[in-house]
């Protein structure tokens, strides 16, 4: 079967670094998202990685790595508004997006 | 962003009720979706429109019924629901469905409670 996997919750301090780990198990790949959904809202698109690397965008950096089913989405200088839920999607072969459950940040002071 | 929007933002229905979901994309796009989204779980696609056709339905129960009249409008019919269909039903838009990376871009749903 396909399978999401992310942590469920993680917690980091505000100013500080955090990684979010995905990895995925899918019929074929065609590239990796990530989202990010603050409580009651529309997820909203953060990132996609398609091949190998690191792609940063400002605080938020992406990074895959195909042979290993794996990718991680890094956080700079959090703020309060970085707590949110950050989802992770695996498009498949058939060009199906395949959600992980989403990892809940939580920030603190 | 409110490119997708979605009504109502909150409903609360009896089992024997019939009640729409209605979603509306202001972006131009071909393709949209529905997803159901429960706590702690993956989002669960429901059914996919590309150019008002239906493409994709995930063995979804009757109970729910779909209607996508043009590109930009898309209904979620309910009827004679059960408890267990109580989430969080978020619909989004993409340039198309037939193929490719398209980012998807999601409105803010409606919470649903089924009593």
């Known amino acids: 079967g396909q399978n999401i996997d992310q942590p469920t919750e993680m917690t980091a301090t505000e100013g500080a670094i955090v990684q979010i780990n995905c990895t995925y198990q899918t019929s074929g790949f065609n590239g990796l998202f990530w989202y990010q959904q603050h409580a009651g809202e529309a997820p909203t698109f953060l990132s996609y990685n398609v091949l190998d690397g690191l792609e940063e965008k400002g605080r938020f950096s992406s990074f895959l790595s195909r042979s290993k089913g794996y990718s991680y989405l890094l956080l700079k200088e959090l703020q309060m508004k970085d707590s949110a839920s950050y989802l992770c999607a695996v498009l498949d072969s058939n060009y199906q997006l395949i959600w992980g459950a989403g990892t809940k940040l939580i920030i603190k002071p | 962003e409110t490119g997708v929007t979605q009504t109502p933002r909150h409903l609360v229905m009896g089992m024997t009720n019939k009640k729409s979901l209605k979603c509306e994309q202001h972006l131009g796009h071909n393709a949209m979706y529905w997803y159901k989204q429960s706590a702690k779980k993956p989002l669960e696609l429901m059914f996919v429109y590309n150019f008002k056709e239906q493409t994709e339905n995930n063995s979804v129960p009757s109970r729910f019924s779909p209607e996508c009249p043009n590109s930009s409008h898309l209904f979620l019919h309910l009827h004679t629901l059960q408890p267990e269909d109580s989430a969080l039903y978020l619909c989004?838009?993409?340039?198309?469905?037939?193929?490719?990376?398209?980012?998807?871009?999601f409105g803010p749903g409606t919470r649903l409670l089924v009593l």
């Open positions: 989004a838009s993409s340039q198309d469905s037939s193929g490719g990376a398209e980012t998807q871009y």
